[in-house]
């Protein structure tokens, strides 16, 4: 696979890219410390990114700092982040995780990925967000997007995101990891669907490997 060429086909179609609480008519992807970017992605798990966004944007505009989180009413939080869905569960787990951040760690999200991983809800996926879109760290947050992208396309064949993010981290450059999930994430919402992906539009179709099984004898 020729990275450098799939990466540079992915940027011309997709220069904004996602992000965990991300507004989705913003241009630009904002800077944003790694505490806000541990909560959103936390608050993602399970819905669509509008929802993410609202309920980020309503929850930070009252409890902004890891502090102010641990100490908010659960009632008050499971209301600002109720768009989110499972705000029940939810509003334990961001509140849990700013009481720790808050006590054990001096109100500083830890950047190591095993004190990140030893956070109740948070996973590899939110690890890596953490590591990517909080620290500006090379990591490879594996989504549904990124997981059957990297499938179809052939670099990866495996049945689950961990095997998946160990597989790209093998054969991906580095110096490609911090955009691949956010350049991945849009172009899946996008083109690359989950069902009936639209091959028609879709820039990577000659390093495809679902293309070439599906279209090989169609006359292209
Ligand atoms: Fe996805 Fe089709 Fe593009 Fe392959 S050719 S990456 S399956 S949209």
């Known amino acids: 696979m020729d990275y450098e060429k799939m990466m540079e086909l992915l940027r011309n179609e997709f220069q ?15 800077t944003r410390s790694p505490f806000k970017v541990l909560i959103s992605t936390v608050l993602s ?20 700092t890891p502090k102010e989180l641990a100490e908010a009413p659960l009632d008050h939080v499971k209301e600002l982040i109720e768009p989110s869905g499972f705000y029940n569960v939810k509003s334990e787990r961001v509140k849990r995780i700013a009481r720790r951040v808050h006590e054990e760690y001096d109100d500083e999200v830890p950047e190591d990925m095993d004190e990140l991983l030893d956070f ?5 996926k939110t ?7 909080g620290f500006g760290e ?6 549904t997007h990124v997981h059957r992208i990297s499938n179809r396309l052939g670099i990866a064949d495996t049945k689950e995101p961990e095997e998946t993010e160990k597989v790209l981290q ?6 490609y ?3 691949i999930n956010k350049l991945m994430v849009e ?16 820039p990577l179709t000659e390093m495809c490997k679902y293309y070439e099984e599906v279209y090989k004898d169609e006359d292209r």
């Open 170 to 175: 093998e054969e991906i450059p580095k110096k």
């Open 45 to 64: 798990q399970r819905t669509k990114d509008v929802n993410t966004h609202k309920a980020s944007e309503a929850l930070f505009s009252e409890y902004s």
């Open 16 to 30: 904004v890219g996602a992000y965990p609480g991300k507004d989705p008519e913003e241009d630009e992807v904002p």
């Open 187 to 202: 172009f899946g919402k996008n083109i690359c669907q989950p069902r009936n992906p639209k091959c028609g539009k879709c």
């Open 138 to 143: 090379p990591a490879v947050p594996v989504d």
């Open 127 to 133: 690890a890596n967000c953490v590591q990517v879109y």
């Open 177 to 179: 990891w911090i955009e």
């Open 120 to 124: 109740k809800g948070v996973g590899r």
